[in-house]
């Protein structure tokens, strides 16, 4: 009877363990999807910021030097006699 009972708990112990361990990996397994999925969505959201920066700035640049361009090309020649809008 007492043969029984150890093999019974020495079972029960070693089923704890194996349930234990694949409790831990498949909480691993989660959370490295997790982190990675994160890593993924942050690098394509900067990619995104970043394009969306460098087409701001390239449409200010153009409008800047448009403007330098309009602006400068128009001399009178005489500025007290320019008419001024």
Same mark, same amino acid.
């Given at each position: 009877?007492?043969?029984?009972?150890?093999?019974?708990?020495?079972?029960?112990?070693?089923?704890?363990?194996?349930?234990?361990?694949?409790?831990?990996?498949?909480?691993?397994? !989660?959370?490295?999807?997790?982190?990675?999925?994160?890593?993924? /969505?942050?690098? /394509?959201?900067?990619?995104?910021? @970043?394009?969306?920066? @460098?087409?701001?700035?390239?449409?200010? /640049?153009?409008?800047?030097?448009?403007?330098?361009? !309009? #602006? /400068?090309?128009?001399?009178?020649?005489?500025?007290?006699?320019?008419?001024? #809008?």
């Amino acid at each position: 009877m007492k043969l029984q009972k150890t093999i019974i708990g020495d079972l029960k112990t070693r089923m704890d363990r194996i349930l234990t361990l694949i409790a831990i990996f498949w909480t691993v397994v !989660i959370v490295g999807a997790f982190a990675w999925d994160y890593r993924e /969505t942050y690098s /394509t959201a900067m990619t995104i910021a @970043k394009s969306g920066l @460098k087409d701001s700035f390239n449409k200010d /640049t153009v409008y800047r030097l448009l403007c330098h361009y !309009i #602006l /400068t090309s128009i001399k009178p020649s005489n500025y007290y006699s320019f008419e001024r #809008l």
